[in-house]
């Protein structure tokens, strides 16, 4: 199995579920906290921003359009994170509810200073156990979460089960292998300085090629299953704005780098500043970012 779905990034990445208290249910139980780099990796919202949160911002627009959203529709989130795709929603619509759920009480917290909408209400909770009544949606979405979930295909089936026969269930993850250039270059680096840590490369993340998120729709028995890529652009002000981030240590570049002597990480950062930079000065530069995306229909009319 892959390094991200072990079970110290499932105590942090994916105990994901929701209180529903208008629904008389009683709030799940939490998950034990994590330790090590990999318990700041989904928990330091403010880092998190800096170090793809303002990139999924960006992805956040593009697939609530790819998405097909409609005014009035009521929403899930999973896997809202800070609140990126669900803001989205907020701003694309006029009507409807919105509910975003993640494991982490930090980012769930984050998401609520940040929301601009009443529309829009965070919590806690489980992607492999939504605690929603069947056909409670009109459409589920999970922006860049669901590489992480342990049992994907459970978590998969429960979007379907939550959403209203005729609705549309979609999800996004970036393309690690080649279209993320941002961590395509610091993992080739990271490889090309140690080897031993290659197999950390997130080029190994599940459902990050071509193909694989549409399979997945089809064997939790989605139809008019639709694949497409997705491409923003992330723009850095510098080196620094692109290094600083890592250190921050969120996300699994960031707790490798958290995990290296001062010496390695050093020679990490130099490489990296060689590979992005050259002999031109610091300055502005500009990456490309893809990501995969499904979307698909639960059957039965719409």
Not at 30 to 42: D, K, L, Y
Not at 82 to 111: K, N, R
Not at 204 to 209: F, R, T, V, W, Y
Not at 226 to 255: I, M
């Amino acid at each position: 199995m892959n390094e991200p779905c072990t079970p110290r990034w499932t105590a942090v990445a994916l105990t994901l579920g929701v209180s529903l208290g208008s629904a008389g249910l009683a709030a799940p139980p939490e998950a034990p906290p994590p330790t090590g780099p990999e318990a700041r990796m989904f928990t330091a919202s403010d880092g998190y921003e800096r170090y793809m949160g303002r990139w999924s911002r960006l992805l956040a627009q593009a697939h609530v359009a790819f998405a097909g959203v409609e005014d009035g529709q009521r929403l899930l989130d999973v896997g809202t994170g800070t609140g990126a795709l669900a803001g989205a929603l907020a701003a694309a619509t006029t009507t409807g509810d919105i509910v975003g759920i993640d494991p982490s009480e930090a980012f769930i917290a984050a998401a609520r200073k940040r929301a601009r909408s009443p529309r829009e209400r965070y919590e806690v909770g489980d992607a492999q156990a939504l605690r929603f009544p069947d056909a409670s949606f009109d459409q589920a979405l999970a922006l860049l979460v669901m590489n992480f979930v342990p049992d994907h295909l459970k978590a998969a089936r429960e979007l379907k089960r939550v959403t209203r026969p005729g609705g549309t269930v979609s999800a996004c993850v970036w393309d690690y292998d080649a279209g993320m250039e941002l961590l395509r270059l610091f993992w080739d680096q990271a490889v090309a300085l140690d080897p031993a840590t290659e197999s950390r490369d997130e080029r190994h993340m599940k459902l990050s090629l071509r193909g694989q998120l549409g399979q997945l729709w089809r064997e939790a028995g989605l139809v008019e299953v639709r694949e497409q890529p997705l491409v923003v652009d992330t723009a850095f002000q510098g080196f620094d704005d692109y290094w600083q981030p890592f250190l921050a240590g969120v996300g699994p570049g960031g707790a490798h780098v958290a995990s290296l002597s001062v010496e390695r990480r050093q020679q990490l950062e130099a490489r990296l500043r060689t590979r992005l930079l050259g002999v031109r000065p610091d300055g502005p530069f500009t990456l490309k970012a893809r990501a995969w995306c499904v979307r698909g229909q639960v059957p039965g009319p719409r």
